[in-house]
């Protein structure tokens, strides 16, 4: 009896991340919006707060007009068919719901169909900051805004289907790191200086004035042979970031073939993520600091 009320219970709550067989072949589930407990909705607006307040004069002006047209609010959650009416009007692209993070294949067959996948649950309150796998902050709040920007809708969709194709040539580590340095972790600039569309910054508190305002990170215009050969940084902040020179770059990205380059880069070594090659066109040349303070105290310097 105890043992079915908790399983109840926890039904009615979202979980993190799933581990085990997908009930759909696709992995999505449900959203289950009228679950989200008011606890779960509380996370929310915690951090659409703290970020909104952040973004200003930080996010480019694509993403601040994204959030602004699409119903996206700190007082609940959003639900993902509301989200997805508005999106499907503008770009075409759908939120569909997954557990957390799906195999590779299964994520580049919705984006090549334009479903984004986004997690359904929210990180603990005592988790802020600290995230293992994608949720619904991370995905809603960082990605669906630049959604409504075509030139992202195009870009994303193509990964989809070239990450389809790279897995097949077994060169995904290549195309990942382009996604890593343009979707997740990508600075764009404009008329008014370097601006966030990236949105593993946009929707991190510490990392959005890292990435901007600090002067340990390198900041390199983007190239796209330089990125396929370089590192990332998953744990921990960017030592680089790439700077694309408006959005329209990744437009061009979508319809450039890779095949060729992969070729072209195929055996060349790889890049440290904090690198700085004489060949680069540097924004800002990186302090190190971060990196380097970080090392000396785990030296208990
Ligand atoms: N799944 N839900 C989700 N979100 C991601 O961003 C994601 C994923 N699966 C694989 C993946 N990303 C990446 O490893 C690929 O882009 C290479
Ligand atoms: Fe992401």
């Known amino acids: 009896m105890l043992r079915q009320l908790n399983e109840h219970s926890s039904d009615t709550a979202h979980r993190g991340p799933a581990s085990g067989t997908p009930a759909r072949p696709d992995w999505t589930i449900d959203q289950g919006w009228e679950r989200y407990t008011a606890e779960e909705h509380a996370v929310w607006r915690t951090l659409f707060e703290r970020q909104t307040r952040l973004l200003p004069g930080r996010a480019c002006d694509a993403f601040v007009q994204g959030m602004k047209d699409l119903p996206i609010g700190p007082a609940q959650i959003p639900d993902f068919r509301a989200l997805s009416e508005v999106l499907a009007q503008r770009t075409g692209w759908q939120v569909v719901a997954v557990p957390g993070l799906v195999p590779d294949e299964v994520f580049f067959e919705h984006l090549a169909n334009r479903r984004f996948p986004a997690g359904h649950f929210i990180r603990k309150p005592h988790e802020l900051d600290y ?90 215009a983007f190239d796209l042979q330089r990125v396929m050969r370089t590192l990332y940084r998953i744990d921990d902040f960017q030592e680089s970031y790439f700077v694309i020179d408006d959005l329209d770059a990744l437009l061009e990205l979508a319809h450039i073939d890779f095949a060729p380059l992969y070729e072209a880069v195929q055996g060349l070594p790889e890049h440290e993520p904090g690198d700085v090659l004489a060949s680069d066109r540097v924004i800002h040349r990186g302090t190190g600091r971060y990196v380097s303070e970080k090392r000396e105290r785990r030296a208990g310097v």
Do not use: C
């Open 131 to 220: 995230l293992e796998e994608p949720d619904v902050f991370h995905d809603v709040f960082g990605h669906v805004p630049m959604l409504m920007n075509p030139a992202i809708a195009d870009y994303i969709q193509a990964y989809g289907v070239g990450g389809l194709r790279a897995q097949k040539l077994g060169v995904l580590d290549k195309l990942a790191r382009v996604y890593w340095y343009t979707v997740e972790f990508g600075l764009v600039k404009q008329a008014d200086g370097l601006r966030i569309y990236g949105a593993g910054i946009a929707s991190s508190f510490t990392e959005s004035v890292f990435a901007l305002d600090d002067d340990s990170p390198n900041r390199i």
